[in-house]
């Protein structure tokens, strides 16, 4: 008996536009399997070491990277971050979704590199929406949370170009109300019968 092969699902956007939280929903389901990414990065009060992230010193990472660990990898902000490979092919030869949760520079190599699946960009409604989000969370300092404003201008123009002759998304969705995009997300993983 031969199982399906399981799904990719790739979703982005700006820091703060919420897709961590609509993955956090996804997350829920039997079926899903998330990727956790390695990142340089400074651990955040409340995150954990290997279910957050995995989180590596420069070096670490960079040897990783020298030994092509990575599925695909950016610097965002200063930082590098990247996916590790094996757990997908994992996930997938087990039927599973594998979710994720990337900015825009890493979706686009695995775009050019033809890797199939379902890529999802979540939208702020609006730059100063942007901004009041990321001053409520509270986790980052003023000085970052501009920076972050600023690659969100950047990331919002990058997700609507195309990559080889197609759209770099299948879907944009705006996230004005949270429960209404978690439950877009999942009409798409799951449409109803
Ligand atoms: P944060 O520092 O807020 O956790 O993440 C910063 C940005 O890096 C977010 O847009 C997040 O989605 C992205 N990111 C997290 N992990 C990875 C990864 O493995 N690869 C890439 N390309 N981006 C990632």
Same mark, same amino acid.
């Given at each position: 008996?031969?199982?399906?092969?399981?799904?990719?699902?790739?979703?982005?956007?700006?820091?703060?536009?919420?897709?961590?939280?609509?993955?956090?929903?996804?997350?829920?389901?039997?079926?899903?399997?998330?990727?956790?990414?390695?990142?340089?990065?400074?651990?955040?009060?409340?995150?954990?070491?290997?279910?957050?992230?995995?989180?590596?010193?420069?070096?670490?990472?960079?040897?990783?990277?020298?030994?092509?660990?990575?599925?695909?990898?950016?610097?965002?902000?200063?930082?590098?971050?990247?996916?590790?490979?094996?757990?997908?092919?994992?996930? !997938?030869?087990? +039927?599973?979704?594998?979710? =994720? /949760? %990337? &900015?825009?520079?890493?979706?686009?190599?695995?775009? *050019?590199?033809?890797?199939?699946?379902?890529?999802?960009?979540?939208?702020?409604?609006?730059?100063?929406?942007?901004?009041?989000?990321? !001053?409520?969370? +509270?986790?980052?300092?003023? =000085? /970052? %949370? &501009?920076?972050?404003?600023?690659?969100?201008?950047? *990331?919002?123009?990058?997700?609507?170009?195309?990559?080889?002759?197609?759209?770099?998304?299948?879907?944009?969705?705006?996230?004005?109300? !949270?429960?209404?995009?978690?439950?877009?997300?999942? /009409?798409?993983?799951?449409?109803?019968?």
């Amino acid at each position: 008996m031969s199982m399906q092969r399981g799904k990719l699902v790739v979703i982005s956007g700006p820091s703060g536009a919420g897709k961590t939280s609509v993955c956090r929903a996804l997350k829920l389901h039997a079926d899903v399997v998330f990727s956790v990414s390695a990142t340089t990065r400074t651990q955040r009060a409340g995150e954990q070491d290997g279910v957050d992230y995995h989180f590596l010193s420069r070096e670490d990472f960079q040897r990783r990277l020298g030994e092509n660990q990575f599925l695909e990898w950016a610097t965002y902000n200063g930082n590098l971050y990247g996916t590790p490979r094996w757990p997908m092919d994992t996930a !997938l030869a087990q +039927g599973k979704t594998f979710l =994720v /949760e %990337i &900015e825009v520079k890493g979706t686009r190599q695995l775009r *050019e590199r033809g890797v199939e699946g379902l890529y999802v960009f979540i939208a702020p409604p609006s730059i100063d929406e942007l901004r009041r989000r990321l !001053l409520h969370r +509270g986790s980052n300092d003023p =000085v /970052e %949370i &501009e920076q972050r404003v600023r690659i969100a201008g950047d *990331e919002l123009a990058a997700a609507r170009e195309s990559v080889g002759g197609r759209p770099m998304y299948d879907v944009i969705l705006e996230n004005r109300d !949270l429960d209404a995009t978690i439950r877009g997300v999942q /009409e798409l993983l799951w449409p109803s019968a």
